[in-house]
């Protein structure tokens, strides 16, 4: 089946670096989709991407739609404390009955102060 | 709105023993789905509906069974529980299929399998 190589797959890194993570896949998405996880909780969305070449922004996080569809990536500037989880990207085909979300298996960020 | 709620928060069950984990939503969501989520292996789908009387299979849908009676209820049953499926399971809802880049995700259930 269709899988997602999401890199690194953890990062330590010192408040207020900058961080940047990315998915790869050998298929095609029609949107691509970034979710963080605090521990304990659901994923929640935080940005969605609909077209190839798409740079979208929210807050401090940008997300970039990879020309090829094939790819994305997230940039997260002057990282703070809160920012600490588990970051999920995730590829999305509408078809047939089910559509098709895929994730990847997720960076997981520490950030100390 | 209460979102998407799970129960229960976590559970411990003997290997053979069944439950039932709940998942309802007051959103008025038609699709709703199971997910999986395993260590490394980010989430995996188990089952969806896309409305009240029809399911469908996902990516590992082997040990679990759904149904869909009511738009806001969607339980997932484990008829005879394995270590296998020790896991952190997460039930998820949208407005329709085409809105999966808007699925709303419950806290989870924290299940272990002895």
Partial sequence: ????????????????????????SSSIFNTWL???????????????LYKAGELTSNGRL???????????????SASIPSDVGIYFC??????????NLIFGKGTKLSVKP | NAGVTQTPKFQVLKTGQS?????????NHEYMSWYRQDPGMGLRLIHYSVGAGITDQG???????????????????????A????????????????????????????????
């Fill in chain 1, 34 to 48: 970034w979710y963080k996880q605090e521990p304990g909780e659901g994923p929640v969305l935080l940005i969605a």
């Fill in chain 1, 90 to 99: 995730a590829g999305l085909n509408y078809g047939g009955s089910q559509g």
């Fill in chain 2, 59 to 81: 990516e590992v849908p082997n040990g679990y069974n759904v149904s869909r009676s009511t738009t806001e209820d969607f339980p997932l049953r484990l008829l005879s529980a």
């Fill in chain 2, 19 to 27: 439950m039932t984990l709940q998942c309802a939503q007051d959103m």
């Fill in chain 1, 1 to 24: 089946g269709q899988q997602l190589n999401q890199s690194p797959q953890s990062m330590f890194i010192q408040e207020g670096e900058d961080v940047s993570m990315n998915c790869t």
């Fill in chain 2, 83 to 114: 270590p296998s499926q020790t896991s952190v399971y997460f039930c998820a809802s949208s407005y329709r299929l085409t809105g999966l880049n808007e699925q709303f995700f419950g806290p989870g259930t924290r299940l272990t399998v002895l």
């Fill in chain 1, 62 to 76: 940008t997300a970039q739609f990879g020309i090829t569809r094939k790819d994305s990536f997230l940039n997260i």
